[in-house]
């Protein structure tokens, strides 16, 4: 992979007190160098493709137990899975902060599983420095039990904000019926499957992906 080295400003050779040709051939050659250094940094960057060389913020992670809430609920999504970060931290309480402030992007996928015979709806938020982002809630109405399988939805969908840097975001959900495990009642949660090798590979399936990108800066 190609990466571009940045750039250090030149140490230039002292200037004599009276004129040296030497001098003056070493001060060029210095120049020479450090400007070839930038004209091929600035080729690469506005070139074909220069995008690949910048570094932007973003986070994504995933959680790889099932979980569970109570009916009527706002119960935050975990996450306990960190897959890539930079200008980012994941905390212990499953929140996320970054280190810049800016306008981001979330996107988030959510393994919604119904044990219930009847349809029920599953709700989802972003919630910035403890109050809820206007607009950013989506509502999505998983499928019933079929006879012995259960019926499942992948929640997605994807939320711009604006984020102060330390702030903590943090992705909630309730249900209008939630499956509990004891004592035992049917309705909604998100599923975490472990990989399978049978009857075909396939590798495991989270409850929760997610991710957040770096879009702009905050403007003035």
Do not use: C
Not at 16 to 38: C, E, G
Not at 88 to 102: E, K, P, R, V
Not at 113 to 126: E, G
Not at 185 to 209: K, Y
């Amino acid at each position: 992979m190609t990466k571009l080295v940045t750039p250090v400003s030149p140490a230039l050779p002292l200037a004599p007190t009276d004129y040296a040709r030497v001098y003056q051939d070493q001060h060029n050659n210095v120049l020479r160098l450090y400007f070839r250094q930038l004209d091929g940094i600035f080729s690469a960057l506005l070139g074909d493709s220069g995008g690949r060389f910048l570094e932007f913020p973003h986070i994504a992670a995933q959680d790889t137990t099932s979980q569970y809430t109570t009916t009527n609920t706002a119960t935050k999504v975990l996450w306990d899975t960190l897959d890539s970060g930079i200008g980012f931290t994941l905390n212990q309480d499953s929140t996320a902060t970054a280190d810049y402030d800016g306008i981001y992007k979330i996107d988030f996928s959510l393994q919604f599983a119904n044990t219930d015979s009847q349809i029920h709806d599953a709700f989802v938020w972003l919630e910035v420095d403890g109050i809820a982002v206007a607009g950013s809630a989506s509502k999505f109405t998983v499928p019933n039990k079929h006879g012995s399988v259960n019926g499942f939805l992948v929640a997605y969908s994807s939320v711009v904000f604006q984020v102060n840097a330390g702030e903590p975001i943090a992705l909630y959900w309730a249900t209008n019926q939630a499956a509990v495990v004891s004592p035992s009642a049917d309705g909604i949660f998100m599923e975490a499957s472990p990989a399978q090798t049978s009857p075909f590979v396939m590798p495991a399936i989270p409850s929760a992906i997610g991710s957040i990108t770096f879009v702009s800066n905050l403007t003035a």
